[in-house]
């Protein structure tokens, strides 16, 4: 089945920008999603559709697909964005059709 | 306001069964596609089976033939009957609403409930 990579950590001084990639083969070709998941709770919607944005959250938090690479940017990180965050796509040719990235835990400095 | 809760999780025996419900307000589950997604300690989320809209039904490799989904309209409830559970299935098990016509990502998340096989 197809395979998500996502490096474990990214660290990041407040106000700085956090850049968490997503690699997966021929990636571009498909939509992307992403999650985060504060400790305790259960992952949120953050970005779909590679770089759509549900109602409720910020500009400040966008993505980008494109080759081998998805990539979630956060700018201006805060305290609060300090979380897991995972990325996902849906493979329709597949029996195991939804598939989560690794997983990368963002530390606020 | 749509809202998914989970229940039925616990601490079960190894070779032992249990079902899971995920009640969902605000929508019906026949007109989604809903899933169960689950999160073993300290792990990153693994997808376990979908129930689409149409009927159809998928597993992973580790569950299929020992889990089962299911859904009651009438209730407005999605199942899951886990059966022979292993300690691999110790996790957070969530279940999860992706809209229909847009099927490639969730937009609704339970609070999990928590599955303990103990040996």
């Known amino acids: 089945s197809y395979v998500l990579t996502q490096p474990p950590s990214v660290s990041v001084a407040p106000g700085q920008t956090a850049k968490i990639p997503c690699g997966g083969y021929?990636?571009?070709?498909?939509?992307v999603h992403w999650y985060q998941q504060k400790p305790g709770q259960a992952p949120v919607l953050v970005v779909y559709?590679?770089?759509d944005r549900p109602s409720g959250i910020p500009e400040r938090i966008s993505g980008s697909n494109s080759g081998n690479t998805a990539t979630l940017t956060i700018s201006g990180v805060e305290a609060g964005d300090e979380a897991d965050y995972y990325c996902?796509?849906?493979?329709?040719?597949?029996?195991?059709?939804?598939?989560f990235g690794t997983g990368t835990k963002v530390t606020v400095l | 306001e749509v809202q998914l809760v989970e229940s039925g999780g616990g601490l079960i025996q190894r070779g032992g069964s249990l079902r899971l419900s995920c009640a969902a307000t605000?929508?019906?589950?026949?007109?989604?596609?809903m899933a169960w997604i689950r999160q073993a300690p300290g792990k990153g989320l693994e997808w376990v089976s979908v129930?689409?809209?149409?009927?159809?039904?998928k597993y992973t490799d580790s569950a299929r033939g020992r889990f089962i989904i299911s859904r009651d309209q009438s209730k407005n409830v999605l199942y899951l009957q886990m059966n022979n559970l292993g300690a691999e299935d110790t996790a957070v098990y969530y279940c999860?609403?992706?809209?229909?016509?847009?099927?490639?990502?969730?937009?609704?998340w339970g609070q999990g409930t928590l599955v303990t096989v103990s040996s």
């Open positions: 021929n990636i571009g070709t498909k939509s």
């Open positions: 996902q796509v849906w493979d329709t040719t597949s029996d195991h059709p939804y598939v």
């Open positions: 129930f689409y809209a149409d009927g159809s039904t």
């Open positions: 605000g929508y019906s589950v026949s007109s989604s596609y």
């Open positions: 559709d590679d770089s």
């Open positions: 999860a609403r992706a809209q229909f016509g847009y099927p490639s990502y969730f937009d609704s």
